[in-house]
């Protein structure tokens, strides 16, 4: 009878020990208990999976696009460089009329970027006539006062619609003499007639968003529509207001404001709003084409109520802001009126 064998003691050995090997022929681990083999781990004969493969040929495709494209406006380019060569190199009539026409785009192109210049400076001075504004407000600074309402009312002096109010200005302006009380003169008399002009903006957009929306066939059409009209708008107020944007004034402005909405919640306060002025019962029971109009509107008044504090160049501290929700109760009215009409 052969006696037991001696049982091994416990051993500690490191896995990345050069010394250790792996016996191939080793058989395979034994099954687990619900019956499925245990495969061991080896990173070397791993599989890429399909989101590997679809994001390796993701980059590829991104990289022939890219140069696909590169070289046709190349070719383009250099198409039309030697279209305008061969014609420029000409004596007759063909090769004067393309001089013309790339001067008068020389021009065109020359006077485009002075008109955005412009437009930056004169949107730069409605911010820096804020920030002096309330640096004297704070301060309580009587002279710094008297300087800001003085160039707030040269930004309106050469309008013959705001000569009135101008007026009422200057004449009051002599029996003010406290701290503070010059530029709450300002903002009564200047500022709030051009709210008011803002504040009937932002409803008429609205009211056209909202309308445009509910009765677009096409999604398409709709959201254009509603880009369109929300940079008009921008566009109008700054003008309102004295800037005069152009297309990168009103890109740059677009900006500020949607910046300004997303670090306030504009957008959830929106829907929050939309919600308690409709009502949830009558919220179900809109057609979705209206329901889409009704928070597009909303969305659009969000904007409007934002640009005007943007853009405004003074704080409001003597009148009261545009509310969204009393702008949103004019726009979203007759839409609730006309569906219970129709219903």
């Not at 052969?2 to 058989?27: G, I, N, T």
């Not at 900006?255 to 949830?280: C, E, P, S, Y």
């Amino acid at each position: 009878m052969s006696s037991a064998p001696e049982r091994r003691q416990p051993r500690v050995f490191d896995p990345d020990d050069p010394s250790l090997v792996m016996d191939a022929s080793a058989d395979p681990p034994a099954e687990a208990g619900g019956g499925e083999t245990v495969a061991a781990s080896q990173p070397d004969l791993a599989r890429p999976t399909l989101g590997e493969l679809g994001r390796r040929g993701l980059r590829w495709g991104a990289l022939l696009a890219a140069a696909l494209a590169g070289a046709a406006c190349l070719g383009l380019a250099a198409w039309f460089a030697r279209f305008v060569s061969a014609a420029l190199a000409r004596d007759d009539w063909v090769g004067w009329a393309t001089l013309v026409f790339l001067l008068l785009a020389a021009f065109a192109a020359l006077m485009i970027v002075l008109r955005e210049l412009i437009a930056f400076s004169r949107l730069a001075r409605l911010n820096r006539l804020k920030a002096d504004i309330a640096a004297a407000i704070a301060e309580r600074d009587q002279k710094g006062e008297r300087r800001a309402a003085e160039r707030l009312a040269g930004l309106y002096a050469g309008r013959p619609d705001r000569s009135w109010s101008l007026r009422r200005f200057r004449d009051h302006a002599r029996d003010v003499h406290d701290p503070g009380e010059l530029l709450a003169l300002a903002e009564r008399e200047i500022m709030a007639p051009l709210d008011a002009e803002a504040r009937r903006m932002v409803a008429r957009s609205a009211k056209r968003v909202a309308t445009v929306t509910a009765l677009s066939p096409m999604v398409l059409i709709a959201v254009g529509f509603v880009l369109i009209e929300n940079l008009r708008l921008l566009r109008m107020l700054a003008t309102l207001y004295g800037a005069r944007p152009g297309f990168m004034g009103v890109a740059r402005l677009a900006r500020m404001v949607f910046t300004h909405i997303v670090a306030t919640g504009g957008v959830a306060m929106t829907d929050d709003l939309l919600g308690q002025f409709l009502g949830q019962d009558i919220l179900r029971r809109l057609s979705r084409r209206l329901g889409e109009g009704a928070f597009n509107g909303a969305l659009t008044t969000r904007i409007g109520v934002t640009a005007i504090e943007v853009i405004r160049p003074m704080p409001f501290r003597s009148t009261k802001p545009p509310r969204v929700r009393d702008v949103m109760a004019e726009v979203l009215k007759p839409l609730v009126t006309r569906k219970a009409a129709t219903a």
